[in-house]
């Protein structure tokens, strides 16, 4: 019979969440057993606790160090739920409720704290101490007392999450009156000679501080009588001395923990500024020195200790500069770049969306949208003005500038995003905004919040759940909140004359506030911005309707790409360009991933926005990621060329398969399919795809003319053999092609008649791609590395080839052909070429001489070929350690080593670096540094190009433009100081490099060429 009782009473333990023997080995300890038995009122309060166990210690602790406290107030079934539900989740508080007698006692009434109680129970309790140890631990023993009281109204419902957030900050508030005064009193007497004043800021100033905050202050003081002799510099030293005093009340470790971490450096000059100014000196600071942060930071602002007055005095002056009539849109671009910054911290970025503060849709996305419309509307509306941010969202909807729904929304995730802020630091009173990734925590979070296993699933999978809901709202709400009134604005006033009624946040918004919204979004230029939105929303149409829904989420994506304004224009050209068509719009709405790589193409490239409207077909890769998640080969490229030049003329069909093409490589690019060498080696495949279109469609129609079956039957063959970065498939997006042309006579022919054919054909390949159109070129091609250059004929047999390099070729010649390859015609014909120029490129012997012939040429180009009002340092191609240094030097190691070492003989830059390190020609060191500044300067011409800059081979010096380039780079905003310096020491690596490698310099000397 005992022993079915024990198994009983072990699984009602164990029901309640309990360990069974160590539960009742503490209730028997604590005498909390009756035959044997634990008391079931007691096991059903446990059972609901977020930890039971650490309950049941904090119970079975007060029990038997205060057994007649407990005899008194165990009855009491409402104290019962509270102490257990404190103690349940938060381990620091139940130790405290279990050894502190009073603070046990007064969980019995919860009375909401008063400021003016609570400040005279400070003061009382600093003013009865002399030590100051002892003093600390008196304020901070009331401080948690009060903070045990908070919490259990908090966890037991009486109190919701706003409720709290300000009961906490009238908390901080009393006791920073009462310190203050205190102290004041002990230092200065009956006659103070300063009037001292503390400003709340951050959560504090809000009225929603957290259990373990910074309580964020700023000290203000004046002289009392301002005409007394020395009474600024009297002043000033009292209210030094009585701050100081109170911080190091304040912030002291004691037995009973510390009262706050107040921290005051959001002064004038932080750390490095006095401690407390007059008014004055803040005016005369924010006029000349303050920093954007400064102003936004004064949105909290109010007065919470002192002499109310003073402080009221200091935020009327501060209200001129931070409501000022005009807001700068330089302002709002700080506070954005200042956003990315924090949200770019390594411990954001690893934690993700489990960091509930700073992560994506978590609590500062909810406060960063609330202050930037303050910033925008507030300046003209003084209802706006609140620093809490419930209250001012509750006044953005009151006032219709949030719809009603949506305020509600972000209210509702505030809310509970604050909710699990609460429970995550109630646990050991520490400062933390991150969701455990241990499941075991995650379970207790997710009690603490109220969730409770189900049948099939524990209560963390439903918190989970609903907290990655509430997040992704957030996201979504930050779109709809800034431009829903937008869009609502323009296109429904004109429905309104015909009697539809419009929403108020429409009714309010006028032309300047739109304007001013779209500013503070990114948009440089709101009038035009607001213009483009208003042409492509207004009407009632499908394609308007369909919009309406498409733009919040676009202007939202477009925000966020390096050129808003640009990107935006584009996205209407786009839109225009599509006609009544809404299928394009309609794949946007319900397929985000398009929006996104759309958006961040259409604001990181005028270029693209160009190809989308000029080759409709291409919206098809925004539909179908498939058709560009992998890279063309030449060969599929080839035959989509030739089944265009079936039905189309030469010229027209290989220019706008050309853009077609482009426009997928440069999508892929800029969506991060490919690397900068990936897109070189597309654009390499297409430009072969062109140049044999081109070659099979003349010998086509050249056999045509001549009533020939077949181009096999004409008396010449032809072959194009690639050079330069076309032949090391290097393409940039402004690369010429630079081949050669050779034919070789049929045999029996007539010679003359197939040498003037093999012209003929070679003059008009290179028209048909090079002819400039209405919409271009497809490619430029360029034949001046032939013999003789300009001068020599177009095409040369192979017997001529060798002629000339035998009596006439230069060294640059022998140079340029370390590239050659064939790319299209005759193949055989074309390797015999290539095979002969290798002798010549990779000769048995290369002495000293041959090397100091290049060495002077490349002198030679550097000086000549960079103009006179170019900055040598900001030339990428030429300038020093730029992408010709690095060409350069692999090149002398390939004619000195490449006749030894055939892993030297491809014709791709990085393939011989590759190699040459692996014949331990280069060291790795070495090697790395030419690989990463190549791979840099590169991609900076290509992005250089997609912004359509005129010359891709200069870094602009304007620092919008390189601002632009920077984001293109994928640097956060406000980094085009960081690229310059990246582009410099990617410069000054190269260079370093390239003058051991190529001149035989030592370290520390250096090439003066300019």
Request: glycine fraction near 6%.
């Amino acid at each position: 019979m005992a022993a079915s009782r024990s198994r009983s009473v072990r699984a009602r333990l164990a029901a309640a969440g309990l360990d069974p023997d160590l539960a009742c080995h503490r209730l028997a300890e604590a005498d909390l057993l009756v035959d044997d038995e634990p008391d079931e009122r007691l096991l059903a309060a446990l059972s609901r606790a977020a930890e039971p166990s650490d309950a049941l210690s904090c119970l079975t602790d007060l029990a038997t160090e205060h057994p007649r406290l407990w005899q008194e107030l165990c009855p009491d079934d409402d104290w019962l739920e509270r102490l257990v539900a404190v103690a349940g989740v938060s381990r620091p508080l139940g130790d405290l409720l279990a050894r502190h007698p009073d603070a046990a006692r007064a969980l019995q009434v919860l009375e909401p704290v008063e400021v003016a109680t609570v400040a005279d129970r400070v003061a009382r309790a600093l003013l009865a101490e002399d030590d100051s140890q002892r003093q600390a631990a008196a304020v901070a023993r009331i401080r948690r007392g009060a903070t045990a009281d908070i919490a259990a109204r908090d966890l037991t419902g009486l109190a919701d999450v706003e409720e709290v957030a300000a009961e906490l900050a009238r908390l901080a508030e009393a006791v920073l009156e009462g310190t203050v005064r205190a102290v004041h009193r002990q230092i200065a007497g009956d006659t103070p000679c300063a009037r001292l004043a503390v400003i709340g800021m951050g959560k504090l100033g809000g009225h929603e501080l957290n259990y373990v905050s910074d309580v964020d202050v700023v000290f203000v003081h004046e002289p009392v009588d301002p005409d007394a002799d020395d009474a600024a510099e009297r002043a000033s030293r009292e209210a030094r001395q009585v701050f100081t005093r109170c911080l190091e009340v304040l912030n002291a470790s004691t037995t009973m923990g510390r009262a706050y971490e107040v921290d005051p450096t959001l002064r004038p000059e932080g750390r490095n500024g006095p401690l407390s100014r007059p008014v004055a000196a803040f005016v005369a600071y924010w006029e000349r020195w303050a920093k954007t942060w400064e102003f936004q930071a004064l949105l909290k602002a109010r007065p919470v200790a002192g002499d109310r007055s003073l402080g009221e005095q200091l935020l009327a002056e501060a209200e001129r500069f931070v409501w000022p009539d005009r807001l700068d849109h330089d302002v709002v671009a700080e506070i954005r770049e200042m956003k990315s910054r924090i949200e770019a911290k390594p411990e954001v970025v690893r934690h993700g969306e489990r960091q509930i503060k700073l992560g994506p849709g978590g609590i500062r996305d909810i406060e960063f949208a609330v202050q930037l419309l303050q910033l925008v509307h507030g300046r003209g509306d003084r209802s706006l003005r609140d620093p809490g941010t419930l209250p001012t969202l509750r006044a953005l909807q009151t006032n219709g500038y949030v719809a009603e729904e949506d305020a509600e929304a972000f209210a509702a995730a505030y809310r509970m995003l604050r909710t699990v802020e609460h429970r995550l630091q109630l646990a050991h009173e520490r400062r933390t905004h991150t969701i455990p990734d241990d499941p075991e925590r995650q379970e207790w979070l997710a009690r603490s919040l109220g969730y409770r296993a189900g049948v099939d699933e524990p209560a963390r999978t439903a918190f989970v759940r609903e907290l990655t809901q509430v997040q992704t709202r957030v996201k979504e709400l930050h779109a709809k909140l800034f431009y829903r009134p937008l869009l609502e604005t323009y296109a429904t006033l004109p429905a309104a004359a015909a009697g539809v009624s419009v929403p108020v946040e429409a009714r309010r918004m006028g032309d300047e506030a739109a304007q001013e919204r779209l500013e503070v979004l990114g948009f440089r230029d709101g009038r035009a911005a607001l213009r483009h939105v208003r042409a492509m929303t207004a009407g009632v149409s499908r394609r308007a309707r369909t919009l309406r829904a498409v733009l919040p989420a676009m202007l939202s994506l477009l925000q966020e790409t390096p050129d808003p304004d640009t990107g935006l224009q584009s996205f209407r050209e786009l839109v225009d360009a599509q006609g009544d068509t809404a299928k394009l719009l309609e794949h946007l709405r319900d397929h985000p991933p398009a929006s996104e790589l759309l958006a961040r193409v259409l604001g990181t490239s005028r270029v693209v926005g160009e190809l989308l409207v000029s080759q409709p077909q291409g919206i098809d890769w925004l539909r179908d990621e498939h058709l560009r998640d992998r890279p063309r080969t030449r060969d599929d490229l080839v035959r989509m060329a030739m089944a265009r030049l079936h039905w189309q003329d030469t010229t027209a069909a290989l220019r706008r398969f050309k853009r077609l093409e482009l426009l997928r490589i440069v999508l892929r690019d800029l969506a991060g399919a490919s690397t900068v060498g990936g897109v070189g080696e597309e654009l390499t495949a297409l430009g072969e795809a062109c140049l044999t279109g081109a070659l099979r469609a003349e010998l086509r129609r050249q056999a045509r003319e001549r009533g020939l079956d077949s181009p096999d039957e004409l008396p010449v063959s032809v072959a194009i053999v690639g050079m330069g970065k076309l032949g090391g498939f290097e393409l940039n997006y402004v690369s010429d092609l630079d081949v050669l042309f050779v034919h070789e006579v049929a045999d029996g022919a007539d010679r003359e008649d197939a040498n003037k054919l093999a012209l003929t054909v070679a003059g008009n390949v290179m028209r048909s791609l090079s002819d400039i159109t209405a919409e271009g070129t497809a490619f430029e091609v360029d034949a001046d590395l032939r013999p003789e250059g300009r001068s020599g004929p177009l095409s040369r047999s192979h017997p001529s080839y060798l002629s000339y390099w035998n009596r006439w070729s230069e060294p640059w010649e022998a140079q340029a052909l370390l590239k050659a390859r064939v790319v299209a015609g005759d193949r055989a014909l074309g390797q015999r070429l290539v095979d002969a120029g290798r002798q010549r490129a990779f000769p048995a012997e290369f002495g000293e001489r041959d090397a100091q012939r290049i060495r002077r040429m490349k002198a030679r180009i550097e000086k000549e070929r960079i103009p006179r009002r170019v900055d040598p340092e900001r030339h990428l191609k030429l300038g020093p350690g730029g992408i010709s240094d690095v060409e350069w030097t692999v090149q002398l190691l390939q004619q000195r080593h490449g006749h030894q070492h055939t892993e030297l003989r491809s014709p791709a830059t990085m393939v011989v670096l590759d190699g040459a390190q692996d014949a331990g020609l280069l060291e790795h060191a070495d090697a790395e540094q030419l690989r990463e500044g190549y791979r840099f300067l590169s991609l900076l011409r290509n992005r250089l190009y997609l912004l359509r800059q005129r010359d891709v081979d200069v870094v602009p010096g304007n620092p919008q433009v390189l601002e632009l380039l920077a984001r293109s780079m994928g640097y956060a905003r406000g980094g085009w100081q960081d690229l310059e310096e990246e582009r410099r020491r990617h410069q000054r690596h190269v260079r370093q490099v390239f003058d051991r490698l190529f001149y035989g310099l030592d370290a520390g000397q250096h090439t003066n060429v300019w």
